[in-house]
């Protein structure tokens, strides 16, 4: 293949990587549109280039006219995300798509690879349409945290300066620094958790702050001022000190109160 031939070759995976950028980034916008929490922090995507298409080929022993199913990563994204827990919604995202298939995944976060590599793998068939029709391309989606894109950016330029002679206890180190990375986001983790059983909390005690002040207004439906007049007052002590365990309490009975109301019961004292 001469310089033009190549060019052709890489326009479909060009556009293929435009095309993956462009809807990852929009399921980014509409999703924080949509919800509070986006399980996407940013996405970026390449096309391999000609050198190293042509030294993975040597490698993996790939013909020239196998290139198209023999290297699977020619065109490429990366999505980023805040949580590990992040990158499992985001694969069931890419696995729930119409306009892709997912041929196979590979979990180096589980299976971390010996040099403390860790990120989520999914390679895909995309159908491209090109001005001559539509082409299947493979693709492949990287996925992955802050923090171990941080440790694989920094540990891609040391291998590509050091090729393959990459010093023992450079090696080492980074095997070290991987592990600090897992640890920095199972320590990221635990706090998102503490974030979301926070934002639970809240919700649940709003809506039972809530539901005593209706239940409240429903005693002056029934006539029961003065019941009402006192329930109030308790609510704003109960209110003052934010003790929620006494709102509950209180909540049963002015519920209790306005069951016995409706079936024209007596209703006891407050
Ligand atoms: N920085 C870094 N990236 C890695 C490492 N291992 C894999 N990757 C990335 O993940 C891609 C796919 O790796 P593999 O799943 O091992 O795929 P492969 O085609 O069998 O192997 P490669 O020849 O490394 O591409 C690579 O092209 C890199 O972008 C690693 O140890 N360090
Ligand atoms: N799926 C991907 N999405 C976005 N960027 C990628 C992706 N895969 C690799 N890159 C980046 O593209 C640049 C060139 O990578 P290149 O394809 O030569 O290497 P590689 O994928 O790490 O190696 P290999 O030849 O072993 O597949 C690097 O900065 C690499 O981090």
Same mark, same amino acid.
């Given at each position: 293949?001469?310089? =033009?031939?190549?060019?052709?070759?890489?326009?479909?995976?060009?556009?293929? !990587?435009?095309?993956?950028? !462009?809807?990852?980034?929009?399921?980014?916008?509409?999703?924080?549109?949509?919800?509070?929490?986006?399980?996407?922090?940013? !996405?970026?995507?390449?096309?391999?280039?000609? @050198?190293?298409?042509?030294?993975?080929? #040597?490698?993996?022993?790939?013909?020239?006219?196998?290139?198209?199913?023999?290297?699977?990563?020619?065109?490429?994204?990366?999505?980023?995300?805040?949580?590990?827990?992040?990158?499992?919604?985001?694969?069931?995202?890419?696995?729930?798509?119409?306009? *892709?298939?997912?041929?196979?995944?590979?979990?180096?976060?589980?299976?971390? #690879?010996?040099?403390?590599? =860790? %990120?989520?793998?999914?390679?895909?068939?995309?159908?491209?349409?090109?001005? *001559?029709?539509?082409?299947?391309?493979?693709?492949?989606?990287?996925?992955? +945290?802050?923090?171990?894109?941080?440790?694989?950016?920094?540990?891609?330029?040391?291998?590509?300066?050091?090729?393959? %002679? $990459?010093?023992?206890?450079? =090696? *080492?180190? *980074?095997?070290?620094?991987?592990?600090?990375?897992?640890?920095?986001? %199972?320590?990221?983790? %635990?706090?998102?958790?503490?974030?979301?059983?926070?934002?639970? +909390?809240?919700?649940?005690?709003?809506?039972?702050? +809530?539901?005593?002040?209706?239940?409240?207004?429903?005693?002056?439906?029934?006539?029961?001022?003065?019941?009402?007049?006192?329930?109030?007052?308790?609510?704003?002590?109960?209110?003052?000190?934010?003790?929620?365990?006494?709102? #509950?309490?209180? $909540?049963?009975?002015?519920?209790?109160?306005? @069951?016995?109301? #409706?079936?024209?019961?007596?209703?006891?004292? !407050?």
């Amino acid at each position: 293949m001469d310089g =033009r031939d190549w060019a052709t070759f890489l326009l479909p995976y060009e556009q293929t !990587v435009e095309e993956l950028k !462009v809807k990852f980034k929009t399921m980014r916008s509409e999703l924080k549109k949509r919800e509070e929490y986006t399980p996407i922090e940013f !996405v970026t995507g390449r096309v391999k280039r000609l @050198s190293s298409i042509l030294e993975k080929a #040597k490698r993996l022993n790939v013909k020239m006219e196998d290139l198209e199913q023999g290297i699977e990563d020619i065109a490429g994204i990366r999505i980023m995300c805040q949580f590990v827990e992040d990158i499992r919604r985001v694969a069931e995202y890419i696995r729930a798509r119409k306009d *892709l298939e997912v041929v196979y995944e590979k979990d180096y976060i589980t299976n971390y #690879k010996e040099s403390g590599y =860790r %990120s989520f793998h999914m390679i895909i068939r995309y159908p491209v349409q090109t001005a *001559l029709g539509q082409k299947i391309v493979l693709a492949e989606i990287q996925i992955r +945290t802050l923090a171990m894109n941080f440790w694989a950016t920094i540990e891609h330029s040391l291998n590509y300066k050091y090729r393959e %002679s $990459l010093p023992d206890e450079i =090696r *080492l180190r *980074l095997k070290t620094a991987a592990e600090a990375a897992s640890i920095l986001d %199972s320590e990221m983790s %635990s706090i998102r958790e503490e974030i979301l059983d926070a934002q639970r +909390t809240f919700e649940d005690n709003s809506n039972t702050t +809530t539901q005593v002040l209706q239940a409240i207004h429903q005693l002056y439906f029934y006539h029961l001022v003065n019941e009402a007049i006192r329930c109030q007052e308790e609510f704003n002590v109960i209110w003052q000190r934010q003790d929620m365990v006494a709102m #509950k309490v209180l $909540l049963e009975r002015v519920r209790g109160m306005i @069951s016995r109301a #409706k079936k024209g019961e007596n209703t006891d004292g !407050v």
